[in-house]
Each structure stands twice: as C-alpha cells, then as structure tokens.
C-alpha cells in the first residue's frame, strides 16, 4: 500500500506534513444508473477509476469526494491507485440506512443507522488517502428541516466517539464533518454555528457547504465571496466549498478558481473546494463524457469544454508560485485563530428546540467487543478496566 502522507487538522487549516493542503477538489460520482447506490471507487470500478486518474492528474486534482459508500465492498486497489496519484477521497454517507431522515430525524437515529456508520469508519479509517468521513450531506433543506438539527449532531457526536476507538484497532482517528446545502447564507451560517459550537466531542472537524454563486466572468464581490470571509472569517476549523461551478453561463470558465486558490482573504478562511462533477449526466455539470462503442465495447473518456476551462482557470491560479508562497505564508498565522461559534437562537429560520438525543449504542460493550475481538493484538491490559470515555480521554491527553 503506498506511504501517501495522512492530510492532518491542525486549528482552521488541513495539512500534509508541515505544508498546508489546499482542497483541489471533484465530485467524483458513478456514470450512470442510480448514482446514490453505486460506490464509484470500490474495486469492481477499477477500470473507470483508471480511465480517470491521468484526466483528475491533469487537472492537479488532489481530492475526490463521492457521495455514496458501500462499506461492504472492497476497494484496496482503487484507494492504492488514487494514492499513488496523490488523490484523497472524501466520502459521505448517502445511502438510506446511513443518514438521517430530513422528514423523521429523530425516529431514523437508531443503533442500526449507526451501526452502518461505524462500518464506513472502519472501511475508510485504514487508508493513509482518506481525508475525512462526512457522516450528514445535505440534511437540513429548509426552514423546516432545521427541527432536525439535534439528531444531526448525535450522528457527528457517535461518529466521533466510535473513531477516537481507532487506535485499539491500530487505525488513526478519522476526522468528522457534515456538508450542507446551497442555501441562503445566512441559514448556512446557522449550520455552520451549530455544528462548531460546544464541546469539542460533539461538534465537527471540520464544515463544508456546496456555493453556486459565481457565475461566468463575475468577481469576488458581486459573488458574494467577500460577505462569506467576513461571516466565517473566526472560524476554528477548516471550511471549504463542498462543490461549486455555476452552469448558467455556459461553457463555464470558473473564474472563482482564481480567488479560492490565490486571493489572500479567502486563503486566510477557506481550504479550497469541489467542482461538480466529473461525469458527464443530465444536469449539465459534468467535465468529461463517457463514451461506449456499441460494436466494440471499448470505453473511453472524452472531456467537455469545461474540462479545458477548468484546467486554464486552475493553471491561472497556480501558475505563480511566488505569489502563492506569499498569499499562503501569510495565513499560517491565522492557521490556530478564531473561536467556536454561539449556538444560534430558536427562531422562524432556526426551529431547534430539542436537545441531542442520548446515543442509542452501549459503549462500554462495545468496548469490550473491540478489544475482545481476536483480530486485535498488543493492546494494554490496562484498557480491560477503563471505560469508552476513559478511553478516549486517554486518547485526548495523547495528542
């Protein structure tokens, strides 16, 4: 398996090593079929996953986030080829039986729900190429489906818990996020307030939200870009746009490539972002089509304009490295700045009056099944007496 460094959190900024890691990032997403049941990167997809590496290297591609994740699968190959590449994955949990329900969240937190999510920890927690786990995508829709905020934060808060436990397993601890949706930024900025408030076992790692606000040859502030720096610019964690490129102009230029990777107020907040989507489908956001001969059966991949606009926008914004260095070397003294956010206030566009549901899973016998499990070896005789809690603040005091 390769030696790809692990990407780290380190206050609101991701690193590689000593070296900050921007997200240069793609939705990457089955080409066909039904697209939130198919996982685009277990083994039996090796052949589409190596049509695509040589287009995402050509982009500079470093992350791809997938939306669906079937833990049962194998993927060593798929992950071990993106790492040689230097690609890291992102997946969200997407499937029904892993996510909460938007019109039921408090009945759809159950043991089994997070049953699945701690498979798709252990499934992802022992590649070096995974960047994170996103346990909620999407969730909160509207006004209404903020009700179910609290068992959002339960999912974060188990999810959490469940990968502090990575050590025992010989594993490193996961970090933990949610993704929300291209809503008015003032209910995003609510999300984001919730979710990084309080204690720290309870709230994400780290935020993303998907922004379409840039549109053909626009600017950072008629986009809307320079209120989203002063809004999250006291942020504790990394943010990042979990997708972006507007088609509402096309073919799109993705100009606002040149400001997430090269404009300095943004670097001082932001950590990069997606575009969406690699895959050619019917919403008209895709970079590369792929094509079937009938005949023959041969596959091939061939790009869209916006997949050689994307790569001059990104060659644009990475192409003067000096005044990259410069722009990047004055936010590491922000890199530990900022402060949690206050839980914002019941209101008409925040209707979160329950508190967070008490977790559904016996810890402690959990506890005693991991370590009883055969497949672990060398762990402390002195983990039989503690607790998951003493567990984890054991794990705490060792970072």
């Known amino acids: 398996m390769s030696t790809a460094a692990p990407v780290t959190i ?33 083994d039996n997809q090796i052949k589409d996953l190596q049509r695509s590496i040589p287009f995402l290297k050509e982009l500079g591609i470093n992350t791809i986030i997938i939306h669906f994740i079937d833990s049962t699968k194998c993927r060593d190959a798929a ?5 040689e590449a230097g690609i890291y994955v992102l997946p969200c949990l997407s499937a029904p039986h892993l996510v909460i329900n938007r019109r039921a969240p408090f009945d759809s937190y159950t043991r089994e729900l997070m049953q699945g999510c701690f ?13 994170g786990l996103v346990v909620s995508r999407e969730v909160i829709i509207d006004k209404q489906t903020t009700y179910g905020a609290p068992a959002v934060r339960a999912v974060v808060r188990d999810a959490k818990r469940y990968a502090d436990l990575a050590f025992i397993r010989g594993q490193r601890t996961l970090p933990i996020g949610v993704i929300a949706m ?36 626009a600017a950072i502030d008629t986009t809307g870009y320079s209120d989203l720096i002063k809004q999250y610019t006291e942020t504790p964690i990394p943010i990042f746009f979990s997708q972006y490129g507007n088609n509402t102009v096309r073919p799109r230029r993705f ?11 943004m670097l001082v907040v932001f950590s990069g972002g997606a575009v969406y989507e690699f895959f050619g489908s019917a919403n008209n956001h895709g970079l590369v089509r792929r094509e079937q001969d009938k005949n023959t059966g041969v596959v091939r991949l061939e790009p869209f304009k916006d997949f050689w606009n ?32 206050q839980q914002p206030k019941d209101g008409p566009d925040w ?15 959990m506890l005693a ?23 984890s603040d054991k794990m705490d005091n060792l970072v």
């Open 119 to 131: 498979g798709a920890i252990e499934a992802m927690e022992k590649y070096p190429n995974t960047l």
């Open 255 to 265: 100009y606002e490539t040149q400001a997430m990777y090269r404009d300095p107020t």
């Open 369 to 391: 099944e991991i370590i009883e499990d055969e497949e672990w070896v060398d762990i402390s005789t002195e983990l039989w007496s503690m607790t998951v809690d003493e567990v």
């Open 182 to 217: 291209d809503l008015e930024p003032i209910q995003v900025k609510k999300q984001f307030d919730y979710f990084a408030s309080g204690d720290d076992k309870e709230c994400v790692d780290f935020f993303a939200f998907n922004n379409f606000a840039w549109a053909g040859n």
């Open 310 to 341: 994307l790569k001059k926008s990104l060659q644009c914004s990475f192409m003067q490295p000096k005044r990259i260095k410069t722009a990047m070397s004055g936010c590491l003294s922000f890199a530990k700045a900022g402060k949690k956010p």
């Open 79 to 83: 992950m071990k080829l993106l790492a």
């Open 351 to 365: 209707q979160v009056t329950a508190p967070v549901p008490n977790s559904p899973i016996d810890w402690d016998a």
């Open 10 to 42: 380190k206050g609101r900024f991701f690193w590689k090593d000593d070296t900050r890691f921007l997200i240069n990032g793609v939705i990457y997403q089955h080409h066909h079929g039904d697209r939130n049941t198919t996982d685009p990167i277990d």
